[in-house]
């Protein structure tokens, strides 16, 4: 999460001075961008060579690629809080309520699946503008106050389905979600895909990206620059409800029913695989091609684990230490200074 800054070396010679100041953490190729990646790589060789028959199938791939869709969704959302400097815990309680207004609406009131995605994500940006407001006008600490969020949803969640798994979503829902496939595929994986473009390029190549950048680097910085700190944050905690809607309609989509817990699961993970993105790629700074390769990293080192025998229990493990090492070296490569090129 840093902003990319101009180094110039102090003593200039004349052969240096038509050349261009280097850009730290966009030019060049490292070994920080890569290493991911590579180990991705590595273990996707490694599983196809102790279970040859099972992993490197095109079932297996499918299923990995597909069922990750939800988790893709809730995770470039929670990209947006963290790249301003705010934590959103709230994420995966909005998801499960989103997804258990639109069953209920779709199944019990036989509402049009159209208008019940529409009230469901109406909620959840509701959700994520409270968040907002009490945390940037108010001054709240954004740990409580999506703490306190969260658990308000989690309890209408449970209160509306009288804690019961509510099935019957609407066929064509689940058709656009996971029935219609391309190229072997389901659908909710191009969904994610064509999201991590969208957030990728508004990150990248847009003034809101850059200001969120500044935002999370230095906000009283850009608070004299003239940036509006209180409405970029907003905007960001507004906009992981948003995507952790669209990941609960997914969700909802996927299982074709929702439970009075649903989403609490995705929470850990989702934030690991921000964090393990956040060493690659752009290394140090939290972006939306790091997350999604971190996504199916995690999930294909599971499928593996899983595949030669391991307990289900693995899963929580190897989120936690993925999270705990993924902390743990991008803020190594956040401190490490860079040193300047010609």
Known sequence: MTITERVETPDVTPDQRGRRPRLIGIN??????????????????LFSVLRPQTFPTSAN??????????????????????IVGDLDISAAAVAGLSAMLVV???????????????????CA?????????????????TLIVTLGTGSLATGITAWISNNNTITGLAPTLVKIVVTDQLWGVSVEFYYGLALCLIVFYLLRYTPLG???????????????????????????LVFCSAMAGLAGILYAGTSGA????????????????AFLGATT??????????????????????????????QNYVQQIFYGVALLLAVTVSSVIRRTPKPAGP
């Open 104 to 122: 209920i609406l779709t199944a019990n009131h036989h509402m049009n699946f159209v208008l019940a995605v529409v009230i469901s994500l109406g």
């Open 258 to 273: 929702a439970s009075a817990t649903g989403g609490a699961e995705l929470l850990l993970p989702a934030y690991a695989a």
């Open 281 to 310: 790629i752009t290394p140090g700074r939290f972006n939306a091609f790091g997350a999604l390769i971190a996504v199916y990293f995690l999930a294909t080192g599971i499928t593996g684990l899983q595949l030669l025998g391991a």
């Open 28 to 45: 060049g190729p490292s070994l920080e961008r890569i290493a991911l990646p590579m180990t991705f790589l590595f273990v996707i060789v």
């Open 210 to 236: 850059r200001r969120m950048l500044i935002v999370g680097q230095a906000r009283e910085v850009a608070r004299l620059s003239g940036i509006n700190v209180n409405r970029v944050r907003i905007g960001s």
């Open 125 to 141: 940006c509701l959700i994520g503008l409270v968040n907002g407001i009490l945390a940037a006008v108010m001054g709240l600490d």
């Open 61 to 82: 791939v499918s299923s990995i690629l597909s069922s990750q869709a939800v988790l893709v969704v809730l995770t470039l959302g929670i990209l947006g809080p963290l």
